[in-house]
């Protein structure tokens, strides 16, 4: 299959070419702060999703891949002067083999097992490291200042950290979507219908889960380190947030689990809602209860997500909407 | 030296009986309908707080309150049931996380515009009594009688009465159930108010020796996931061994490591027992 000719491979990448480089273009400081964020969540989202979407596994401590990878990358970058693109890959790279190590044993509990074990992994890991030295204990790292002179200034090390945020995001979609067209990404969605008659039919299940589980994890570890070197700084609060975790299972549940589309609808709606409901003079103070009741509604109303019920009603648009 | 550890060791031991109640709560939704309730740390919270109400705005006692707080626990867990559960029931596992998850949110942002993320404390002090060498608050030891009261009254409901023979049963087998004339919908709800009166009882026994917010349920709500997954999910005996054993920890370790070493050891543990040993210390239900 030709994926450059499929229309469900386009319109997502499209989507985010045609965003990250009109705010290149724009060149406004406000504009690409919003970009990022929301940005951000589209690639921890669709990285999620290439693990929720795929293999129907919950990882509700996903987080623990962008907090860890970005420790590391923030380490190399302010403590060890090592370049961006290096420190991320590092970032990217240890939270892909953190998650080969943890994959290997936890991968063999099922449905929620699985989701306790993956909070207990990231309560782990925030701990330790609140309470490991060359990471700065509780109060966390603070990035050196000449790191940013390499790239020519603070204002511009910006802008270098947003396109490579935005190549990221384009690199995730792409990734994301040669798994679901492989050999490979079939097996994962028939694990995800049946574990058991998928094993039978040949699938090597456990091989399978722990490979998705690596990629999954591996995109998380660059964005977390192009995050904390944006911010700043990174603090053991910040970085392993299970709010943050769970945020990303909303943005995927909303646009619709298992598309490509999907994650990106569900992170720029749901960070629109949010930037809204906290603006609003009515709903600033409910802004999480007004939050978890669309939430509910959704899962309890519309499980497939906005991209699911699309297809579902409208048949002829399953083709462009993968 | 061995005073001291021995004095920490039983204060952790005493608190370790609440933290058995709030696990129980969680294990016995787990083990009637395979839920996990992810709102179970709001519902401890929002036991602390109708106990910290009755008692400034109404005088009440706090351990004659807990009464009124275990009603309204069970009424809530069946308002949940029915709005954010029931539906969801039968779905893969992420749309129930996600629904209670839900509720969760609801809560803490309606307790949040509420009450304000103010620390507030019950003032009832008891004074201590000593034992030997051993000097142990009065609150603590209430709680902890109020614990297990609270552990041998579900016990004997859920042994010696009808609707707690039928909770039993569905959690052995719905369709069979069902095939005998119980009401599963009504006993799954019973179920889910249980398991929300258990934790706003121990929320309860917890706003009498400790400071709290609305947010405070949340770190309650995780040691009751290590507790239940220690004692085995489903296993409410295991529970209250399970929350005995992180008591103790949390009594020792303090006299080893310093004290914020305390989480990496628990949830390490934690994780370990999920590799080694899915089905807890005791075996699932």
């Not at chain 2, 009594?251 to 949830?267: C, R, Y």
Request: glycine share 12%; net charge positive; with cysteine.
């Amino acid at each position: 299959m030709k994926f450059w000719r499929q229309p469900g491979f386009w319109l997502p990448v499209a989507i985010v070419l045609l965003w990250g480089g009109a705010v290149l273009a724009l060149r406004q400081d406000t504009i690409r702060e919003t970009a990022f964020t929301v940005l951000m969540f589209v690639a921890l989202a669709s990285s999620l999703n290439i693990l929720l979407g795929y293999t129907g596994y919950v990882s509700f401590g996903h987080i623990v891949f962008f907090g860890l990878g970005g420790y590391t990358g923030f380490y190399l970058l302010s403590e060890q002067g090592w370049p961006l693109y290096l420190a991320a890959v590092a970032g990217g790279l240890l939270s892909a083999l953190i998650a080969l190590l943890v994959g290997l044993a936890v991968l063999r509990l099922r449905g929620a097992y699985f989701a306790l074990a993956t909070i207990g992994i990231n309560e782990a890991a925030r701990a330790f490291v609140s309470n490991f030295g060359p990471f700065g204990a509780a109060t966390g790292l603070f990035v050196n200042f000449s790191a940013y002179e390499k790239y020519g200034g603070a204002s511009q090390a910006l802008w270098t950290t947003f396109t490579f945020l935005w190549l990221t995001t384009l690199a995730v979609l792409v990734v994301s979507f040669l798994v679901k067209h492989s050999r490979f990404g079939l097996g994962l969605l028939a694990i995800r219908e049946d574990e058991d008659a998928a094993m039978v039919m040949g699938v090597r299940a456990p091989r399978a889960k722990t490979i998705t589980y690596v990629i999954s994890a591996f995109f998380p570890g660059i964005i977390g380190t192009l995050y904390f070197f944006k911010n700043g700084n990174v603090e053991p609060g910040d970085a392993f947030q299970l709010h943050m975790s769970i945020e990303m299972l909303v943005m995927v549940m909303l646009g619709g689990m298992g598309t490509l589309l999907g994650p990106i609808l569900g992170a720029v709606g749901y960070q629109g809602l949010r930037g809204y409901l906290l603006t609003s003079p009515i709903f600033k103070d409910l802004h999480l209860a007004v939050a978890g009741l669309i939430l509910l509604l959704i899962i309890l109303f519309v499980p497939a997500g906005a991209v699911g019920w699309v297809r579902h009603r409208f048949r002829g648009l399953s083709r462009v909407l993968e | 030296m061995f005073s001291q550890m021995l004095s920490s060791l039983t204060d952790g031991l005493l608190l370790g009986f609440v933290y058995g109640v709030a696990a129980m709560g969680l294990t016995l939704i787990w083990g009637v309908m395979s839920v996990i309730n992810l709102a179970h740390g709001p519902v401890i919270a929002l036991g602390m707080f109708g106990t910290y109400l009755l008692f400034t705005h109404l005088g009440v006692n706090p351990y004659l309150g807990l009464v009124v707080v275990a009603v309204f626990g069970l009424a809530l867990g069946f308002v949940i049931y029915g709005a954010a559960v029931h539906r969801v029931i039968n779905a893969p596992h992420l749309s129930s996380l996600l629904a209670t998850f839900s509720v969760n949110m609801i809560i803490i942002g309606l307790g949040t515009a509420i009450f304000s993320t103010s620390p507030q404390n019950i003032d009832f002090p008891l004074g201590s009594v000593e034992i030997g060498f051993l000097t142990l608050p009065v609150t603590r030891l209430l709680a902890t009688v109020g614990a297990v009261l609270f552990t041998a009254a579900l016990y004997l409901f859920l042994y010696f009465t009808r609707p707690g023979k039928a909770i039993r049963a569905v959690a052995n087998n719905r369709r069979a159930a069902e095939l005998m004339g119980i009401p599963s919908s009504l006993v799954l709800a019973l179920s889910f108010g249980l398991g929300t009166m258990l934790a706003a009882v121990a929320g309860g026994l917890i706003s009498t020796f400790f400071p709290f917010t609305i947010l405070s349920g949340g770190p309650y709500e995780l040691k009751s996931f290590v507790i239940c997954v220690l004692g085995g999910l489903g296993n409410p005996l295991g529970a209250l061994l399970g929350g005995l054993i992180l008591g103790g920890l949390e009594g020792l370790i303090p006299a080893f490591m310093p004290v914020s070493w305390v989480p990496v050891v628990e949830f390490g543990l934690f994780v370990l027992v999920l590799l080694l040993r899915p089905s807890g210390l005791l075996g699932a239900k």
